[in-house]
């Protein structure tokens, strides 16, 4: 097999404690991959005087993939590069329920499903501004009794859901749905939101004609957030609009251990980057103990996409076995380990 590269940049906070002996694990097992380490963010502007210098890019799109530590501050700017600049348009965040992990729910053995998040459209253009610069283009609210014009001093965002933006997500999670147990649950608020969330569901019917072996039901998102609560198990593959798979991505990892298990994954057509779905914890920064499952669960789905699948197969079993015995776990799932501790244990599990 020909070597890998795999650009690391380990991010903020208390990222690195976790991205770091991520990284020596995968390390040690001795793959044909190449680590390269670009500098972005703060480093980046003392040296550079840039955050995201043509330097780091140019490795970030020399590698096959970039394992990214989760950003507070200037390093977010190669978040950007790497989803809007690499297009990495499907945003994959399983919720699989690992015994021994603590959850709300009296009964969370055999959860286990997929948000596809829609990565780059919706609310997430970031085109924001003053109400008042919308006053003369004789938009109509459907439900405001007032013109526009008359709101007063506000602000407004666009929502914008495309044709292409949606159909190659929503085509993204059938082929998804394909590789397992063939269901697929597509989510928005199409009831209020008929022009953008209905379009969305309106694609998403007319791709289910062609992909007719997968199962496609769908809820209003409210409905379904409950759904996702009470009942997790009937979930398999899932896929929404953008901010909606933000928010309840992160109450799915709720259902399952809490944020320190988010593990994630962004892919396009020509790139993917594998960074968890949990923030850079600043509360527990330098004291090694941060959760690295989100990261090691991260470090799988990157191996997968590399064609290491049988290492990222033991990898999660080795994962799988360390929360079985509970001995070797973090504060946050109820251990006393350190995060160092936690890693050498699933490494030893292998
Ligand atoms: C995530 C994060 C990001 C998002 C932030 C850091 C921009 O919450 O990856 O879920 O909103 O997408
Ligand atoms: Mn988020």
Known sequence: MSSKTVAVIEGDDAAPEAVAPTINLVRSLDLDI???YPIVGEPAIEQFGTPLPEEAKAMIDDADTTFFGSTSGSSGVALLYLRWGKVTYANVRPS???????????????????????????????????????????LVSKTSRKPLAELGEGRYAIKAITRDGSERVLRFAFELARTRRHKLTVTSKYNMLPETDGYFLEIAKELAQEYDDVEMNHYIVDDFACRLVANPHQFDVT????????????????????????ASGCYGDDYAYFESAHGTAPDIAGQNIINPTANLLTAAMMLNYLDFSSAAERLNKAITKVYASGDVLTPDVGGTASTNEMCDAVRAAF
Do not use: C, W
């Open 34 to 36: 190449d680590f390269t």
């Open 239 to 262: 896929v929404m609009p953008n901010l909606y798979g933000d928010i309840l991505s992160d109450a799915a990892a709720g259902l399952v251990g809490g944020l320190g298990l988010a």
């Open 96 to 138: 699989k329920y690992f015994p021994g992990a603590p959850s709300a729910l009296a009964k969370p053995e055999g959860i286990d499903f997929i948000i596809v998040r829609e990565n780059l459209e919706d609310l997430y253009l970031r085109t924001e501004g003053h109400l008042q610069d919308l006053s003369n283009l004789g």
